[in-house]
């Protein structure tokens, strides 16, 4: 599903007018409409208060417009004209007029004028401000909004939460924390941003009808990637195909103490379809990771507590590297070797990535298109540090484009970048934030890409079902009782309902 910028929405807006031929106060009642149905879904009839707080642009006229739906169908409501400016928008002063005409008199809330009760029992719709806001609200209006966040009451914010800049970091603080909004068409990137995605709690899209031949053409920078995206970029196996057609993966990592990661590694790349794998580990987990994972092959470096020479003579068609590999000097040395001399498919995690942030001029030496997979300390050893998420995306779409890499940005909506573009992951879920789960997805990632997955692609797919795996192993034990085997046990279960009808109704739910 493509990610609009405000501008894409505006075009998106001003092409469904003229191409349909019709006003864009009709269109504004298609997103009341739709608004409404969402609400009546829910609510049923029920007889609590609905309070609507309505700007006086094209948002508010949104509002006011809901008001009216509710109003006729018997909800009792109260409606506040958040007064924040002289400028009043054409559809806006038409939506006033229709409700005045229902005899529903609005009270006008002004900077001198006092603030509203509203109960915890309450409903709350927020249509202050849309996308076009580019300013941090009044002192008066922040304090309105502060009150609502305060209030306990269920809050459903119309396309946005108020307050929050669509494009752009958001840093005054003023922001509407949305219990649901509700996006026309298509989602917005700041509810899948750590600073501003917290003002977000759930999010649906409704369907207002908007120029399908424009959605359909327009190219964004960003797309979000659920099961549809995903299942699109699998590659079905051939009846006659052999292990020696899926690859041969070769993770390279562990120290004393840590061979557990490369194990971890190691199970995920067969999980992820891997013909082989082989495990190039320091000596002291020689004995370990033969016995728990019999499927997978193991060469040892001569060094006991760590890698000190990475020297092989199977020609692996991936390799991940760096989980638990430590940053010892003489393993260093051995990794710097390694680069000078691979050019395959590449995938670099954990410690690798803590030696190519220390030593930067390493980053020349990665093969083309190498997937680098770090968490948040990570990246900012990598690129920097940031001024906000915004911010950090620029630095990071820089730095995989200068080194030619693709740049995952985990976290709880994983954003994989390369070319200019973004692929925000839609699976997971907080109890994937666990020892060992990022040693998982990059033994998976590497096992596509034995398999012959490009790396931007293996990335992507690795990605979705590392976390739907995750998603599925919390609905059995919660999120505090999953671990990264877990994630692993049911990384065939993922597989299974991406082409199944069951599937394709829970992600629809």
């Not at 949104?62 to 008001?67: E, I, K, M, T, V």
């Not at 964004?220 to 041969?248: I, N, Q, S, W």
């Not at 840590?258 to 013909?275: H, M, N, P, T, Y």
């Not at 985990?410 to 997971?428: E, P, W």
């Amino acid at each position: 599903m493509k990610i609009f910028s405000a501008d894409q929405v505006y075009e998106a807006d001003r092409s469904t007018i003229e191409k349909q031929q019709i006003s864009s106060d009709a269109l504004m009642e298609r997103a009341s409409l739709q608004l409404f149905h969402w609400m009546h879904h829910q609510l049923k009839g029920a007889g609590v208060c609905i309070r609507l707080f309505c700007g006086i642009g094209n948002n508010g006229g949104d509002g006011l417009a809901l008001a009216r739906h509710l109003s006729e169908h018997g909800y009792p409501i109260a409606v506040y004209v958040v007064n924040y400016s002289e400028k009043r928008s054409d559809d806006f002063l038409q939506n006033l007029d229709r409700l005045k005409e229902r005899k529903v008199w609005p009270e006008f809330l002004g900077e001198h004028s006092g603030l509203p009760q509203v109960a915890q029992g309450d409903i709350v719709v927020d249509a202050i401000f849309g996308i076009g806001l580019n300013r941090p609200p009044d002192p008066w209006v922040g304090a309105l909004i502060e009150m609502l966040n305060a209030s306990g009451a269920l809050t459903i914010s119309v396309d946005m939460p108020s307050g929050l800049y669509m494009d752009r970091d958001t840093k005054h603080g003023r922001v509407v924390k949305a219990n649901a909004v509700l996006s026309f068409q298509l989602p917005k990137l700041v509810f899948f941003l750590p600073e501003t995605g917290i003002y977000c709690e759930q999010w649906e899209v409704l369907d207002i009808g908007l120029d399908p031949d424009y959605l359909r053409e327009a190219r964004t920078t960003y797309e979000l990637v659920d099961r549809e995206e995903a299942l699109a970029l699998y590659r079905p196996r051939g009846k006659f195909a052999h292990k020696g057609t899926f690859g041969h993966s070769l993770i390279i990592g562990g120290s004393h103490g840590k061979i557990g990661a490369v194990q971890l590694s190691a199970k995920a790349c067969l999980r992820g379809g891997s013909g082989l794998v082989t495990a190039y580990i320091p000596a002291c987990g020689y004995l370990p990771l033969q016995a728990a994972l019999p499927e997978v092959m193991v060469l040892t470096d001569a060094a006991q507590e760590h890698i000190g020479r990475i020297s092989y003579s199977l020609e692996p068609d991936a390799v991940g590297i760096g989980m638990g590999m430590g940053t010892d000097p003489h393993t260093v040395e051995a990794f710097k070797a390694f680069l000078k001399g691979y050019t395959g498919p590449l995938l670099v995690d954990a410690d690798g990535l803590n030696i190519l942030a220390a030593h930067r001029e390493l980053l020349e030496e990665l093969p083309p298109r190498a997937v680098l997979t770090p968490h948040p300390g990570e990246l900012k050893r990598l690129i920097g540090r940031w001024e906000g998420d915004f911010d950090k995306l620029e630095k990071a779409h820089a730095f995989s484009e200068k080194y030619d890499c693709v740049l995952m940005i985990k976290g709880a909506h994983t954003i994989t970048l390369y070319g200019g573009r973004g692929y925000v992951n839609n699976s997971g879920n907080p109890g994937m934030a666990t020892a060992g789960s990022g040693d998982v997805l990059g033994g998976f990632i590497t096992g596509l890409l034995a398999q012959g997955y490009p790396p931007l692609e293996a990335a992507v797919f690795g990605t979705y079902l590392h976390g739907r795996a995750g998603d599925i192993g919390a609905a059995h034990n919660g999120y505090e009782a999953l671990t990264a085997g877990g994630i692993i046990d049911a990384m065939g279960t993922a597989f299974l309902e991406m082409f199944s009808r069951e599937g394709e109704e829970s992600e629809e739910e």
